[in-house]
């Protein structure tokens, strides 16, 4: 008798129809109406076309045919993002959806590495990524559901048409029955005696009544700030970008299996490939760079005819302090904002709505549950707020005040014991609710020349020389996997190709 039985969501896009295809699912053979409320007259930002590994266990929880949503959205894929000019100008190095190497004797595998060069060789830990070989030669292979090795131990996630996405995932959720209405949202009806959300009056009349409220409204944060005034925690005295502009162009040549990301002078920019076309973004700091000056550098550095007019957003890096207030659940840029440096957006909506099915309410809304929500999912935003400073505070550029700033300014202390264990003795932590593995903190390291001071005790005892010669069949196993594998494009033509979108209009 009291079970939540009635859900709104305000807003579409992709966290709004994420949210309405879980939901769906979740309550799939049980009494409850699930009713999304967006209007046809108010876009989506729907530039995030990058994803991480988790998309990939979102959808086929959800039973949708990968390839059949490969084709809907124009996707191809993703095994880890290139950094261009980060840790210095003419500097590369690639950050893999993957462990290296693999575990010896019960030590991690880079403490043999960091030993072995303190003696005088000379390898490189990118040799141990099976994924990494694979990027370096436009080549992608779906790893194995169970690998024969650790060494073949991998993840892959998409770059896709959000907007394609978005419009899969409505028309899935209503086959399951969820109700859409096109309508804007005029006013936010409070329940005068404990302050919760009560009901929607849109603009045409219509009153919307329900008992849960999911805001996909974007930054405004219609329901979560806007009626319910949450409050906004600010990170832009860590973070300095705060700006964007975006462009979609043509692509030229074969997609790469994985995103780029170009650090510039005031910022960084991203080439995300599909199919058929190439998204484009610079993501920038406004104290040092103007929109226009933005545009004109985004512009002058894409491969192809441009095919649409830029778009530019302003936001505030950070997260709303609570991302579930009373029967209110913010979902995406409703619950904050992280730039894209590590294409986070999309799972922090997956992982929140996987925290509130985990808790989720009855009519009584224990406040127990609702703050280890939101206990979870701030942990969670840090954690991937401190991952994304290591990329500017350890880079050695110091050709413009940007740069400067980042590597001068303080970091927080949650980071700085992170880095200094690491720095220290080689510790990788890792943390309830991270985002991302030991592995890529384990990446930013070595990229950015952080070397341990000392080593795990257990990694000096062996042989250097039969450690030397197994590292070396471990590099040969690799590379010789990759050498079989096919181009990322002979893949996607084999298995997966999607129809060009003049075609299919």
């Avoid at 991937?384 to 990329?391: G, T």
């Amino acid at each position: 008798m009291n079970n939540i039985k009635n859900i709104v969501i305000v807003g579409g896009g992709t966290a709004g129809w994420m949210a309405a295809a879980s939901l769906a699912k979740f309550f799939e053979g049980r009494q409850a109406t699930i009713t999304l409320v967006e209007s046809s007259q108010i876009g989506t930002v729907g530039v995030g076309e990058a994803t991480i590994p988790g998309i990939v266990d979102f959808n086929r929880n959800l039973g949708i045919d990968e390839v059949e949503l490969i084709k809907a959205t124009q996707a191809s894929f993703k095994l880890g993002i290139q950094f261009e000019n980060w840790n210095r100008v003419g500097g590369t190095f690639f950050h893999p959806f993957a462990d290296y190497g693999m575990e010896m004797q019960h030590v991690a595998f880079h403490h043999y590495i960091h030993h072995l060069n303190t003696q005088g060789t000379q390898l490189d830990l990118t040799d141990y990524s099976f994924p990494i070989q694979l990027a370096r030669q436009n080549k992608f292979a779906q790893p194995h559901p169970n690998p024969p090795s650790p060494l073949a131990d991998y993840s892959y996630a998409y770059h896709f048409d959000a907007s394609l996405y978005a419009a899969y995932l409505k028309t899935f959720s209503m086959k399951l029955g969820v109700k859409w209405i096109d309508g804007e949202v005029e006013e936010v009806n409070l329940n005068p005696e404990d302050g919760f959300i009560q009901s929607l009056q849109l603009k045409d009349g219509q009153i919307i009544e329900g008992q849960f409220f999911i805001d996909c409204t974007g930054f405004k944060g219609l329901l979560i700030e806007q009626a319910l005034n949450t409050g906004y925690e600010d990170w832009s005295q860590w973070l300095f970008c705060d700006a964007a502009v975006a462009v979609q162009s043509e692509l030229v040549g074969e997609p790469t299996p994985y995103t780029r990301s170009i650090a510039r002078e005031n910022g960084w920019q991203w080439r995300i490939p599909l199919q058929h076309r190439m998204g484009n973004g610079y993501i920038y700091a406004s104290r040092f760079e103007s929109n226009d000056d933005a545009e004109q550098l985004l512009l002058a550095n894409i491969e192809g005819r441009v095919i649409n007019a830029p778009r530019h957003f302003r936001f505030t890096p950070g997260r709303r302090k609570n991302i579930w207030n009373k029967n209110c659940f913010a979902l995406g840029l409703a619950s904050g904002f992280l730039e894209p440096l590590e294409s986070t957006s999309i799972s922090l909506i997956q992982t929140a709505i996987a925290k509130l099915l985990t808790f989720f309410p009855d009519a009584s809304f224990n406040q127990f549950n609702i703050a280890e929500v939101n206990r979870l999912h701030n942990s969670e935003m840090e954690h991937i707020r401190d991952f994304l400073i290591l990329h500017y505070k350890l880079s050695e550029r110091d050709d413009s005040p940007f740069w400067l700033q980042c590597r001068n300014a303080d970091i927080p202390d949650s980071l700085k014991h992170k880095l200094g264990l690491y720095q220290s003795c080689g510790h990788l932590i890792e943390h309830e609710t991270e985002s991302f593995e030991p592995s890529s903190w384990l990446t930013m390291y070595n990229a950015f020349g952080v070397v341990p001071d000392s080593v795990d005790i257990r990694a000096t005892v062996a042989s250097s020389e039969m450690l030397i010669k197994n590292l070396q069949q471990m590099k040969n196993s690799i590379q010789g996997a990759a050498s079989q594998v096919i181009s990322h494009q002979a893949f996607i033509d084999r298995h997966c190709k999607a129809v060009p979108p003049k075609e299919s209009e």
